[in-house]
Nanobody, 125 residues
Framework: QVQLVESGGGSVQAGGSLRLSCAASGRGFSSYAMAWFRQAPEKEREFVAAASWSGSRTIYADSVKGRFTISSDIAKNMVYLQMNYLKPVDTALYLC??????????????????WGQGTQVTVSS
């Protein structure tokens, strides 16, 4: 059974940094790329960033460009999201997800095959 487990969330003040991690495991796990989404209370799930396991392809939401960096370690089956210059609007549950191909629809949650449970990020002003 495939599992994605996020960690690294917490509470920080505006301007601070956090590094999220996502560990992928399980039989039958097949993935071309990984992504981070976030979901604030009563809001829709929002795309944050995606990267191929090779690291050759990355995309970011405009709202996080220049502040967040997605990276992957294929040997460890780990994906990371380095978040700098955090703002209160970044407060959300952050989830990682896996997809089997690089498609034009990577910003759409239903494109993804597997999801983690999420890790909470809270940014105070």
């Amino acid at each position: 059974q495939v599992q994605l487990v996020e960690s690294g969330g917490g509470s920080v003040q505006a301007g601070g940094s956090l590094r999220l991690s996502c560990a992928a495991s399980g039989r039958g796990f097949s993935s071309y790329a990984m992504a981070w989404f976030r979901q604030a209370p009563e809001k829709e799930r929002e795309f944050v960033a995606a990267a191929s396991w090779s690291g050759s392809r990355t995309i970011y939401a405009d709202s996080v460009k220049g502040r967040f960096t997605i990276s992957s370690d294929i040997a460890k089956n780990m994906v990371y999201l380095q978040m700098n210059y955090l703002k209160p609007v970044d407060t959300a549950l952050y989830l990682c997800a896996s997809v089997t191909a690089w498609t034009p629809f990577l910003v759409t949650p239903r494109t993804y095959n597997y999801w983690g449970q999420g890790t909470q990020v809270t940014v105070s002003s």
